[in-house]
């Protein structure tokens, strides 16, 4: 409960503290007792965020600790209400059937969830209704016995593969950069000793480069004096996370102060979510592309030929009278 507590006194976790919280709270769950089972479901189902993987583990639990969280949690992705319906029994189904509002998406699903189920039925009571008399007793509880017990058995294996995906999401190495651009080793290294000397104008030449964006974009983003704007384009390109914060504090210096035994630098940077830097600094990089307009060369136009026109001109008036002063 302690670690449930401390989630919820999280208004906007990061996505971080969603990681740890995941990692965290699935083995404390398994090793609690029912009672504090249910306290914890009871209290997650009113945080508005939680990650998707325990999500999904608390809505596979037994319909007496999941029924609350199923019926008013609003964490809850509708992807993972369908697969929550699809793998359990009916119990769950009422149970989120229950919620106050359910998306297009859901019940569609659960329409089409409905509508198989009445034929598994129609198809198996043939089986358990026998016109004859038997002479011996049939395997019929038996065979069901074991069929549940295969469908339990399909149930928590897909549930493993999934939380696995999740899980495997959830944790995605920061260095896998595919398709994003990034900073290479000497573009890093010019950002930081620029930053170092303090020489705002090479590191915004610099910053313009990587960026791929004119000089304008760069010295945009450097005037956010919060670091805010400069933090989110470092994270988005791929910057290290100590390199980053040293180029905060020294060309923001009030981020350098300390703050719960970090800088508000540090602070700044770790709030960030490199899938929303990356959103933004494409959404600038294209408002550059769209109001910047490079300087155009200094070319010389060329001259067009002269045409002349040869033209039979008459001398003026006063060398008229010259001309006739003299060969009179």
């Known amino acids: 409960m302690a670690t449930v507590s401390s989630f919820e006194n999280l208004s906007h976790p990061t996505r971080s503290e969603l990681r740890q919280f995941a990692e965290l709270f699935m083995p404390l769950f398994q090793a609690s007792s029912d009672e504090a089972k249910r306290q914890a479901v009871a209290a997650l189902s009113q945080c508005e965020n939680m990650p998707a993987a325990v999500a999904l583990f608390i809505g596979n639990q037994p319909i007496e600790i999941a029924a609350p969280f199923l019926a008013a949690s609003k964490a809850i992705a509708d992807d993972t209400l369908i697969t929550i319906?699809?793998?359990?029994?009916?119990?769950?189904?009422?149970?989120?059937v229950s919620r106050d509002s359910l998306s297009p998406k859901v019940i569609d699903a659960l329409v089409a969830l409905r509508q198989t189920q009445p034929r598994s039925a129609a198809a198996s009571a043939p089986i358990t209704d026998s016109p004859a008399v038997p002479l011996s007793p049939t395997p019929t509880e038996t065979n069901e016995a074991d069929a549940l017990e295969e469908q339990r058995v399909a149930n928590e294996e897909a549930l493993r593969e999934r939380l696995l995906g999740?899980?495997?999401?959830?944790?995605?190495?920061?260095?896998?950069?595919?398709?994003?651009?990034?900073?290479?080793?000497?573009?890093?290294?010019?950002?930081?000793?620029?930053?170092?000397?303090?020489?705002?104008?090479?590191?915004?030449?610099?910053?313009?480069?990587?960026?791929?964006?004119?000089?304008?974009?760069?010295?945009?983003?450097?005037?956010?004096?919060?670091?805010?704007?400069?933090?989110?384009?470092?994270?988005?390109?791929?910057?290290?996370?100590?390199?980053?914060?040293?180029?905060?504090?020294?060309?923001?210096?009030?981020?350098?102060?300390?703050?719960?035994?970090?800088?508000?630098?540090?602070?700044?940077?770790?709030?960030?979510?490199?899938?929303?830097?990356?959103?933004?600094?494409?959404?600038?990089r294209r408002a550059d592309r769209y109001t910047y307009k490079p300087e155009a060369p200094n070319v010389t136009p060329p001259q067009e030929t002269p045409n002349h026109r040869f033209i039979r001109q008459t001398p003026p008036q006063r060398d008229m009278r010259v001309m006739g002063r003299r060969y009179r």
């Open 166 to 284: 999740l899980a495997g999401h959830l944790g995605r190495a920061d260095e896998d950069r595919l398709g994003l651009r990034t900073l290479t080793d000497i573009q890093e290294a010019l950002l930081v000793r620029f930053a170092r000397s303090r020489e705002a104008a090479h590191f915004a030449t610099a910053l313009a480069d990587a960026l791929s964006a004119s000089r304008w974009l760069a010295e945009r983003i450097m005037l956010d004096l919060s670091g805010q704007q400069l933090a989110t384009t470092l994270t988005s390109l791929g910057m290290g996370f100590l390199d980053a914060v040293f180029v905060l504090e020294r060309l923001y210096p009030h981020l350098a102060e300390q703050q719960h035994n970090v800088t508000r630098g540090w602070m700044v940077l770790d709030a960030l979510d490199p899938e929303e830097c990356h959103d933004r600094v494409d959404a600038w």
């Open 85 to 96: 319906a699809r793998m359990q029994g009916a119990a769950h189904v009422k149970a989120i």
